[in-house]
């Protein structure tokens, strides 16, 4: 019930913030800043595509929880494996801009990865992991965009990834006990 809370609360803050609108909005703005025949404007839409694709998800933002706050970078490693993948792609049809993303990537990641140890550490094992559970099921709507089988605006379900600990929270204030033990 938690992690569907989550999710539910989550994509109701991100459809009110129109999330989704907003990072398909920057996108489009910045690929009709850099975009200019010839190879400049390939360089910015190889920037601007690889930089989103590698950065907004839920894999980065798991990945950089569980780095900060566990020390353990494995979601990274599977996502740089990922990002290497599709990078060689990318680069194939758009050139060098993609190669060019990697100072987004190292200062979102990096910055995030910074904030978790900063403020998930004090987390309890049961909010950290349902907060990877959340975006599990993010990272599964990902998927299912991205294979075409369903348009679901990702960027909405985003904030449901940080609501699990204030829930767990509200939840143990009512009934102590009942999620943590000896709450």
Same mark, same amino acid.
């Given at each position: 019930?938690?992690v ?14 129109r ?14 800043r ?14 601007? @595509?690889? /930089?989103?694709?590698f950065? $907004? &998800?839920? =894999?980065? !933002? *798991? ?63 049961? @909010?950290? /992991?349902?907060m990877?559970? $959340? &975006?599990? =099921?993010? !990272? *599964? ?43």
């Amino acid at each position: 019930m938690v992690v569907i809370g989550s999710l539910i609360i989550g994509a109701l803050i991100g459809t009110a913030l129109r999330l989704h609108e907003r990072v398909e909005a920057l996108g489009a703005a910045i690929h009709r800043r850099f975009a200019r025949e010839g190879d400049a404007g390939r360089f910015a839409e190889g920037f601007l @595509s690889a /930089s989103v694709i590698f950065c $907004v &998800g839920p =894999l980065t !933002l *798991l990945g950089c929880l569980q780095n900060g706050a566990e020390h353990n970078p494995s979601y990274l490693y599977i996502k740089a494996c990922l990002d290497g993948f599709c990078s060689i792609a990318l680069a194939a049809s758009l050139g060098w801009g993609v190669f060019a993303s990697v100072l987004t990537v190292l200062g979102l990641q990096g910055g995030l990865s910074f904030l978790a140890a900063q403020f998930a550490q004090p987390l309890d094992d049961v @909010s950290r /992991s349902l907060m990877n559970v $959340v &975006g599990g =099921l993010v !990272l *599964l709507a990902t998927a299912l965009m991205i294979l075409d089988i369903k348009r679901i605006p990702v960027a909405n379900l985003c904030p449901g990834i940080f609501i699990p600990p204030l829930v767990v929270w509200l939840i143990e204030l009512i009934q102590p006990g009942l999620l943590l033990p000896g709450g």
